[in-house]
Each structure stands twice: as structure tokens, then as C-alpha cells.
């Protein structure tokens, strides 16, 4: 890996980040008149905690990482922001990634003016790292990976993971919002191995809570230092951090939910390319299942108008006529299945 300090902007590198009234004072006190807040309405009074240190014990007890190798920010969305935010320099730096996935990668860096290159997945959705290495350049600052991928349901190949871990200088981050669901296991055992790797998990697919908004990084404390000192100053609210740690103490309701969710993924693999409207179904390790049903569009409409709503992916490269469809409760999936047979 390129020394840290050559990857980072050098105006991020410099900077001298705000430093709140929370940020100054740690430790017990009765009397707290240095926020300028409101002495009144009892807990939303009160900044919440700017680094969530009770929150990120219990992942940290959970995921088996050290505490200072996690940022936890507003939704997957904010550390997929901050780390182009803090690694390139918009209008010359540029990121390369893969498509089809996960489509904020390129919308975040359209937003901070940075080039986004995409390199097409072989027709099985796999990676070929050597045709993504052949787009590396000097600028190339950052590579976006996601694995299980979105929308395409499977585990990229590790291997081809590991190559591009290997011989890439810059950052490469690993999405892995969809991991709990997959027979793979996760990469965060190697973030020590890896000093360029920052591994992207969230609460918002296997632990149920997308309207908490709770994402979570994973990389060596050197790169969380420089995510943390670009964040918003609290942008993990009091409510979130709360819940979110609720949550995460109820690992077993989790478990619980999951082993739902992927027997009726295994009820709808069966189901599915039974139905003479469905001509392929995709290998899945998500709770989403990728189908090529032709006419998508038109498919499409169909379900919105009996009720059902799936994703279409029609114009999305390699999906032409797929929707992709997300594993429901068990009387979601049969109205799902109900309306697909009757089209
Ligand atoms: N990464 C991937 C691959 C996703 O599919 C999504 C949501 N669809 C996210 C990240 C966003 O997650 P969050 O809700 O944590 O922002």
C-alpha cells in the first residue's frame, strides 16, 4: 500500500478538525454547562456521543475488531461519502469500480467530482481482476467492491478479491452489506492483513433496521482517524445509538429473523423457475433473488398494478429483462408468486 499520508488529500491530511464541547470533556461530572444546551427535555437535550463508544464496544465484542478499527456513520451511505471525500481530490483523482452494483458508488462520486470507471463482471457476475487492474492509473485512488453483490445476488470470487487486495496501492473498499445472508465468510478477519482494506457492514439488511440508519466501516485505525476527523460532529443521533445498541444485544431475535428469511429464500429459489414467466434465475447469497423474465418493464407494471413491487433492473448493465426481487415474509412471497403465476 502507498504510505497513507500520499493517499489522503492533502488538504484533509492538514486539516485541523472541529473540536466539540463532547470531544473535550470525557469523564463524570453532574453539571454539564458547556454545550450550550437546553438543561430541559431529558435524554434529547443532550449531544450524543460524537465516536459512539458504547455502541462500538458491543460491535466490537460482536464482529471480533478492535474499537478503533470502526467508524459507525449515518447509513453505509456516509462512509461510502467520506472516503472519496477523504482520499480524492475532485477533478483530478479518480475511483474505479464494478458494474453492475450498488449504484451509490457512482452517484457519490459524481457528487464530489471525481471520475468513476466501471469495469463490466464476466456474463456470470464474476470479477476479473486483472481487466479491473488493467484500469488502474496513477490517479486511481480508490477501488468499490461489493460482495454478496447488488444487484446480482452472488459472493464475488475470493480469489480475484485477494488479487486485487495484493496489487493495488490505494484503498479498496469491500461492501459487504449483504454478508450475514451468504455461505462466504465476511473479510474482515483480514483487516490486519490488509492495511488498505475498509470493509463496509450495515444494520440495515440482516438486522432489520434500515430506518435506524446505522453503517458501519471496519479498517485500520489509521484510516478511521482520517474518517472521523471529516464526519459531521454527531451524525450517529441519540435515538440511533440507543436502539441500534438495543439491537445488537439481541443477537438472537437477529438469528432468529435470518434463519426466516433464508428458508423462504430456499422456498422462493424452488418456487421461482418453476413459473414459465421466469426464463433464469441467478445464483443468490443475498436476501434477493435476481430473475430474467424478458419483458421486465412490462412485467414490471403487472405486479405494481396487482400490488407487488420488485425492483427492475431492465436498464442496468447485464440485467437487461431482470427484476430483482427481495425475500419477503412468507405471505409476501406467495402474493408475490400468486401475481407472477397469474401474469
Ligand atoms: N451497500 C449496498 C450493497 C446496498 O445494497 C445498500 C442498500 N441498498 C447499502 C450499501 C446502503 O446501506 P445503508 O442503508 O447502510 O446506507
Request: aromatic share 8%; with cysteine.
Amino acid at each position: 500500500m502507498m504510505d497513507l499520508k500520499d493517499l489522503v488529500r492533502p488538504n484533509i491530511w492538514a486539516l485541523k478538525p472541529y473540536s466539540s464541547a463532547r470531544d473535550e470533556f470525557h469523564g463524570s461530572a453532574s453539571v454539564f454547562l458547556d454545550a450550550n444546551e437546553n438543561p430541559y427535555n431529558e435524554p434529547y437535550n443532550r449531544y450524543p456521543d460524537p465516536l459512539q463508544w458504547e455502541l462500538k464496544e458491543r460491535i466490537a465484542e460482536l464482529k471480533d475488531v478492535d474499537r478503533n478499527s470502526i467508524f459507525l456513520g449515518n447509513g453505509s451511505d456516509e462512509p461510502i461519502d467520506l472516503v472519496i471525500r477523504a482520499f480524492c481530490d475532485p477533478g483530478i483523482d479518480t475511483i474505479v469500480s464494478i458494474a453492475p452494483s450498488y449504484g451509490m458508488y457512482e452517484v457519490a462520486s459524481n457528487v464530489n467530482n471525481v471520475e468513476f470507471r466501471k469495469v463490466t463482471l464476466t456474463p456470470d457476475f464474476e470479477l476479473d481482476a486483472e481487466a479491473l487492474l488493467e484500469e488502474v492509473d496513477e490517479w486511481v485512488k480508490v477501488i468499490f467492491l461489493c460482495s454478496p453483490n447488488n444487484p446480482t445476488g452472488n459472493s464475488l470470487n475470493r480469489d480475484e478479491i485477494y488479487k486485487i487486495l495484493n496489487n493495488f496501492e490505494g484503498i479498496v473498499v469491500l461492501d459487504e452489506a449483504y454478508i450475514d445472508f451468504s455461505a462466504e465468510p465476511s473479510f474482515l478477519p483480514e483487516l490486519k492483513k490488509f492495511p488498505n482494506l475498509i470493509i463496509l457492514q450495515t444494520l440495515s439488511k440482516a438486522w432489520g433496521a434500515a430506518g435506524l440508519r446505522l453503517g458501519m466501516a471496519f479498517a485500520s485505525p489509521e484510516i478511521i482517524a482520517i474518517l472521523n476527523k471529516i464526519k459531521y460532529p454527531y451524525n450517529v443521533n441519540v435515538l440511533t445509538q440507543k436502539q441500534a445498541l438495543d439491537l445488537l444485544n439481541n443477537e438472537g431475535q437477529m438469528l432468529e429473523q435470518l434463519r426466516r428469511i433464508m428458508s423462504e429464500r430456499i422456498r422462493l429459489q424452488a418456487a421461482l423457475p418453476e413459473l414459465p414467466i421466469v426464463h433464469k434465475m441467478y445464483p443468490t447469497d443475498a436476501n434477493f433473488i435476481l430473475v430474467n423474465v424478458g419483458k421486465a418493464d412490462s412485467v414490471y407494471n403487472k405486479l405494481v398494478k396487482k400490488g407487488v413491487i420488485v425492483r427492475n433492473r431492465n436498464n442496468v448493465t447485464l440485467c437487461n429483462g431482470c427484476l430483482r426481487i427481495t425475500v419477503g415474509t412468507p405471505e409476501e412471497n406467495d402474493a408475490l408468486l400468486k401475481a407472477l403465476k397469474s401474469l
